[in-house]
């Protein structure tokens, strides 16, 4: 049974820098059939792709061009997770942030979701 | 890039049966797609992967009522004994460059 447990600050100030980690049960990170994702979802708005990364003979990561610039996606092989920095941000990235997995472009697992609101 | 087009709402009776459609942009009707339910204030959870000859996987512990079916470029979502907890919003995914998400589908048990 694969489980996406994320955690992070549900709070982040303007200008500052959003991270949030996504801890990886029952599938590695490093895995070369799968990928890893944040998605983010604003209030009462659909589901924004924000980027992945996945490793097959070197370690790839692709990035939303909304995004692209202000956010990073590293893996963590030594603790099996991955995280999400996404700097510089504005009120306009206040939302709910999700990761998850996906296996030949679809996705087939999410995390349970974190609200982070930007805010002075 | 593919381009999912949902219907925004759905109704249906209690016990009844409903079916959603997703609807792939021209030139991309062979694309396998992945359907997800997002309850209210929750997270979106995976129901099923979906190809075009209407062969569907899906995710662990979801019911036999949800099934899944293709036509051409239209892909099928089929709730059958609607419950109370199948309200919510459904959303298709596919892979263009990116992940590309229809617009969803919000459910209604009547």
């Known amino acids: 049974q694969i489980q996406l447990q994320q955690s992070g600050p549900g709070l982040v100030k303007p200008s500052q820098t959003l991270s949030l980690t996504c801890a990886i049960s029952?599938?590695?990170?490093?895995?070369?059939?799968?990928?890893w994702f944040w998605i983010r979802q604003p209030p009462s708005r659909g589901l924004e792709w924000l980027g992945r990364?996945?490793?097959?003979?070197?370690?790839?990561?692709e990035y939303a061009v909304s995004v692209k610039g202000r956010i990073t996606i590293d893996p963590d092989t030594s603790k099996n997770q991955f995280s999400l920095h996404l700097n510089s941000v504005t009120p306009e990235d206040t939302a709910v942030y999700y990761c998850?997995?996906?296996?030949?472009?679809?996705?087939?697992?999410w995390g349970q979701g974190t609200l982070v609101t930007v805010s002075s | 890039q593919p381009v999912l087009t949902q219907a925004p709402s759905a109704s249906a009776p209690l016990g009844a049966s409903v079916k959603l459609t997703c609807t792939l942009s021209?030139?991309?009707?062979?694309?396998?797609i992945a359907w997800h339910q997002q309850q209210p204030e929750k997270g979106p959870r995976y129901l099923m992967k979906?190809?075009?000859?209407?062969?569907?996987r899906k995710g662990d512990g979801i019911p036999d009522r949800f099934s899944g079916s293709s036509s051409g470029a239209e892909r099928y979502l089929t709730i059958s004994s609607l419950q109370s907890e199948d309200e919510a919003e459904y959303y298709c995914?596919?892979?263009?460059?990116?992940?590309?998400f229809g617009t969803g589908t919000q459910v209604t048990v009547l």
């Open positions: 998850g997995r996906s296996t030949a472009a679809l996705i087939d697992y």
């Open positions: 979906l190809n075009s000859d209407g062969s569907h």
């Open positions: 021209s030139g991309h009707s062979n694309y396998a």
């Open positions: 995914q596919t892979w263009g460059g990116s992940y590309v």
């Open positions: 029952g599938d590695n990170v490093s895995s070369n059939s799968v990928a």
């Open positions: 990364t996945y490793q097959r003979s070197k370690w790839f990561n």
